[in-house]
């Protein structure tokens, strides 16, 4: 492949040579040579009147004539040895030609007819550099646009001008199995999603064992689960411990701005798979082109004719032995219903956040190469780390290791994961110093949201308060952690959280007398909470337990967040509603900094002298006011 590749790059090279040559020769040499030869305009007539010259040949912008060869010269000027004229009969004879610029003489011919001189008009001849130079030079601009457009519907790839109308081939990259390196042994957290793919290894790995049952190999499965969970990892996993082919795409590869391309590509990838069966097609984030039918403004769409085509291939009058088709998706929903019945995918796997002994897990795959400090606990940070993806663990992983390097440590400390997950979740810290007057309402503010947490039974623990500005637009934080893995949430629980969000307004008010815009982004999570109650989970006394919020399908579709035949008093009860719990929880929060004023004075005090302070410094200024 490489010498076949070679041999194209060499006939390349030769024919730009040789036109490089021509180039050369006709408008760099040629120009040359003539312009020694040129002679003025005065010796052309000089060598007209004393019959020098042989024959004349005009062109439209230049004279060229040959003078007479030395043979025809008068016999006086030839060398005589004993009365014999001497002749060189070796040397051939040449005439000279002689270039002049044409000027504009109207005797001209006249003179060239009484001297007796054979002369005649040489035609114009269109050259090839004329030719590009009037033809195909307008076009190069729309032929190199027309080359890159194309080129880039191939990928930029290698194919360049060869591969321009293959564009309807499949864009699918094919793996080997092992060529992956992705194994079961890199994967962490992955739970019950691990056990159902071991299952389609096993199809593929020995199909005649589940033959003899009448059991057949599922055609589809699915991968269903939020952003950074390990969807495609665990794809290539699969590959990898089955050994089989790999065919991986992205579902937007398959759109295209021509129609009939989508439907195409398809097609190719199916018959590709076909003979290389046993193998596995994946097709990453397979919502661009499997979204519901229904939502499609345009009836015959590219995207339509695309997914008709995916429903026909993995489910249609030709069967696909051996062809697994995996899809990832973090958005099942709009996916359509068709390619999601029993035949096509088959099962859709959940592929979750993992819990406390996945986080270790997969916190111990990647810290392999890091080296740890005796007084790392990966149990500890698994668990102050409740809701986190394994992308996010991987990020504090690798967060914790470049502060070690930066502070030329020679392992990394607790400190480094501590920093590492702080700036995860509120950002990179800020070198901008606030005001004294900013400096002092951020931290009662903070302060506000932390005494809150505190005196409200089963609110998450506080972590750190920092009045630290962050790269993420936070004046300062606070960051409670959860103790556990949370699954349900109560009415009361989520009651707290709004008052422990409002808490900083809460403390604004008490202090300052008026509140401030920090408290914009607490507003909006609270009162979406508050929503939520209402519409979604039922817990309104006055509402009772109904659900008014539109289902997310017709919410994607573009409709209203809540439903069409709910009437107008009802929506003004839920608005009052939402405002009677945000107002209630603002309350809750207000009475408890009342109550413990002297703390949340104390704890203000501290944080604006240290910036940042920690849950045991906190408690126990909350131990002393309870002594006392």
């Known amino acids: 492949m490489k010498q076949m590749d070679k041999g194209k790059f060499s006939a390349g090279y030769f024919l730009i040579a040789m036109v490089v040559a021509w180039l050369f020769a006709e408008y760099v040499y040629k120009p040359y040579v003539e312009s020694k030869s040129e002679v003025p305009y005065s010796e052309f007539l000089s060598d007209l009147d004393s019959h020098e010259i042989e024959n004349v040949d005009i062109t439209d912008t230049r004279i060229m004539y040959a003078l007479k060869s030395k043979e025809n010269a008068s016999p006086d000027k030839r060398p005589i040895v004993d009365g014999v004229i001497l002749t060189n009969r070796r040397q051939k004879p040449q005439n000279e030609i002689k270039s002049v610029v044409k000027l504009l003489d109207p005797y001209l011919i006249e003179r060239l007819a009484s001297a007796d001189i054979s002369f005649g008009g040489v035609a114009k001849r269109d050259g090839l550099m004329d030719l590009f130079m009037g033809i195909l030079l307008p076009m190069l601009p729309l032929l190199i646009i027309w080359y890159l457009i194309f080129r880039n519907m191939q990928g930029g790839g290698a194919g360049g001008i060869g591969n321009i109308f293959s564009f309807g081939r499949s864009r699918a990259k094919e793996l080997q199995g092992e060529m992956t390196g992705v194994h079961f042994s890199d994967l962490g957290g992955v739970g019950e999603a691990e056990v159902e793919i071991r299952e389609i290894i096993d199809f593929l790995k020995d199909p005649k064992k589940f033959d003899k049952f009448g059991a057949r190999l599922p055609r589809g499965v699915l991968l269903v689960g939020p952003p950074g969970t390990g969807k495609t990892l665990l794809a290539k996993a699969a590959a990898g411990e089955a050994g089989v082919p790999f065919f991986f795409i992205t579902g937007s590869s398959f759109v295209e701005m021509f129609v009939g391309v989508g439907a195409a590509r398809v097609r190719d990838l199916f018959e590709q798979a076909k003979k290389k069966a046993p193998c596995i097609i994946f097709v990453d984030e397979i919502d661009a082109i499997g979204q519901s039918r229904t939502r499609m403004l345009a009836t015959n769409s590219e995207q339509e004719n695309t997914l008709n085509q995916l429903l026909a291939e993995m489910d249609g009058f030709t069967t696909n032995n051996g062809v697994v088709i995996m899809g990832a998706t973090n958005r099942p929903e709009i996916l359509d219903q068709a390619l999601l019945r029993p035949g096509r995918f088959d099962r859709q796997i959940q592929v979750v956040l993992p819990t406390e002994e996945g986080r270790e897990e997969i916190l111990k795959i990647h810290t392999r190469k890091i080296p740890l400090s005796d007084e790392i606990d990966l149990r500890s940070i698994a668990k102050v780390t409740p809701g986190f993806s394994g992308a996010d663990l991987a990020n504090i992983a690798n967060e914790a290791a470049l502060l070690a390097a930066r502070h030329n440590a020679e392992k990394v400390n607790m400190n480094d994961f501590d920093l590492a997950i702080e700036r995860v979740v509120a950002g990179l810290q800020r070198k901008t110093p606030l005001t004294p007057e900013v400096r002092k309402k951020v ?17 998450d623990p506080v972590h750190k308060v920092s009045i630290i500005p962050t790269t993420k637009g936070a004046l300062g934080y606070t960051m409670q952690m959860p103790t556990e ?68 399908m017709a919410y994607l579709n573009g409709q209203t967040a809540n439903r069409e035949d709910v009437g107008e008093s009802t929506f003004v009860k839920i608005d009052e509603e939402i405002r009677r719990l945000v107002t209630e929880a603002q309350t809750q ?40």
């Open 589 to 628: 929060a207000e009475n408890i900094l009342k109550e413990h004023e002297k703390v949340l004075h104390e704890v203000a005090r501290v944080l604006q002298e240290k910036e940042v302070i920690v849950h045991e410094e906190i408690q126990a200024i909350v131990d002393r006011e309870n002594a006392a």
């Open 443 to 459: 931290a009662y503010h903070e302060t506000g949201h932390a005494l809150v947490a505190c005196y409200l039974p089963g609110s």
């Open 485 to 552: 893995d949370q699954y349900l949430v109560g009415e009361n629980e989520l009651k707290n959280r709004m008052a422990v969000m409002l808490g900083g307004r809460a403390a604004e008010l008490l202090v300052f007398n008026e509140p401030t815009t920090g408290a914009s982004n607490d507003l909006e999570r609270a009162t979406e909470i508050a929503r939520r109650m209402v519409t979604e989970f039922g817990m309104s006394e006055s509402l009772g337990p109904v659900r008014y919020a539109a289902s997310s």
